[in-house]
Nanobody, 122 residues
């Protein structure tokens, strides 16, 4: 099994910064790319950023140039540095990884973290 634990959420004024962390534990070889999603009330969950095991990154259009995803492979931790925050960034942020190997699917669905709340006031 794999467990993902997010931290670092909080309240900040528009223009401020926050850094989210997602620590993975358990069957680490099952961890593949790592991704940050977010969900606001009444909206669908959306991909914020992703990073491959090789370090290649992707970003949602709304956060490009403001957010940076990084990965500490030795610590099995992924970070999301969020700068120039806007009110529309307010959401619950979730960490996720798709299973890497076939046997990992025996654990059940892809793991998600419990979420960490980011509240940006304008």
């Amino acid at each position: 099994q794999v467990h993902l634990t997010e931290s670092g959420g909080g309240s900040v004024q528009a223009g401020g910064s926050l850094r989210l962390s997602c620590a993975a534990s358990g069957d680490v070889p099952c961890i593949n790319d790592m991704e940050w999603y977010r969900q606001s009330p009444g909206k669908e969950r959306e991909l914020v950023a992703g990073i491959t095991r090789g370090g290649r990154t992707t970003y949602g259009d709304s956060v490009k140039g403001r957010f940076t995803i990084s990965r500490d492979a030795a610590a099995d931790t992924v970070y999301l540095q969020m700068n120039s925050l806007k009110a529309e960034d307010t959401a619950v942020y979730y960490c996720h990884t798709p299973w890497r190997w076939g046997y990992c699917h025996d654990y059940g669905p892809d793991p998600w973290g419990q979420g960490t709340t980011v509240n940006v006031s304008s």
